[in-house]
């Protein structure tokens, strides 16, 4: 391993949380502690993704990356790998980049044959792209549907009635 790779490691964890990751250099080299430190780091991630003040689309976006990243942080077989590509998916969101052309030959071939089977369009979708900002969505779109202003629904969930204007209209 690279010699500097303990202090990048550290100094990148201080980011998130200050002294208290101050001298963890040698923890660098434990897969253990390591994913315990990166758990930790996308715990604050997905926390502070929330509250962005950006469209529902590109929160969905940010989320969907943070919540992967720590999807693989769980998996029987860590990837490092795996979880730097939801971490570089997560920084191009943030940065604006969105993906562009046509959706992935495997996606649409799925699509294709659960559609053929008799598979709802939205039903598709919303297994496509599980992450809290589509369920808030769906929830507030449910809520309003049960007769709720959204002035009752941002109390319901504890969010700004401007949160919830949003994420209804799909800003």
């Given at each position: 391993m690279d010699p500097t790779y303990?202090?990048?490691?550290e100094t990148t964890m201080m980011l998130f949380f200050g002294d208290d990751a101050y001298q963890i250099a040698g923890q660098a080299y434990n897969e253990k502690y390591r994913k315990e430190w990166y758990r930790k780091s996308l715990k604050k991630i997905i926390k502070r993704v929330q509250g962005i003040d950006t469209t529902t689309k590109h929160r969905e976006s940010i989320a969907h990356y943070a919540e992967h990243a720590m999807e693989a942080l769980?998996?029987?077989?860590?990837?490092?790998?795996?979880?730097?590509?939801?971490?570089?998916?997560?920084?191009?969101?943030?940065l604006g980049f969105?993906?562009?052309?046509?959706?992935?030959?495997?996606?649409?071939?799925?699509?294709?044959?659960a559609a053929s089977k008799g598979a709802d369009e939205i039903e598709l979708m919303v297994n496509y792209k599980k992450n809290s900002v589509s369920l808030r969505r769906r929830i507030v779109n449910q809520l309003r549907g049960e007769g709720l202003n959204d002035f009752q629904i941002a109390l319901v969930l504890n969010m700004s009635e401007h949160q919830v204007k949003k994420l209804r209209k799909e800003l």
């Amino acid at each position: 391993m690279d010699p500097t790779y303990e202090m990048l490691f550290e100094t990148t964890m201080m980011l998130f949380f200050g002294d208290d990751a101050y001298q963890i250099a040698g923890q660098a080299y434990n897969e253990k502690y390591r994913k315990e430190w990166y758990r930790k780091s996308l715990k604050k991630i997905i926390k502070r993704v929330q509250g962005i003040d950006t469209t529902t689309k590109h929160r969905e976006s940010i989320a969907h990356y943070a919540e992967h990243a720590m999807e693989a942080l769980i998996e029987k077989h860590f990837s490092e790998t795996k979880l730097s590509l939801y971490l570089l998916g997560l920084v191009g969101s943030l940065l604006g980049f969105v993906p562009t052309g046509t959706t992935p030959v495997y996606l649409r071939t799925f699509y294709t044959e659960a559609a053929s089977k008799g598979a709802d369009e939205i039903e598709l979708m919303v297994n496509y792209k599980k992450n809290s900002v589509s369920l808030r969505r769906r929830i507030v779109n449910q809520l309003r549907g049960e007769g709720l202003n959204d002035f009752q629904i941002a109390l319901v969930l504890n969010m700004s009635e401007h949160q919830v204007k949003k994420l209804r209209k799909e800003l």
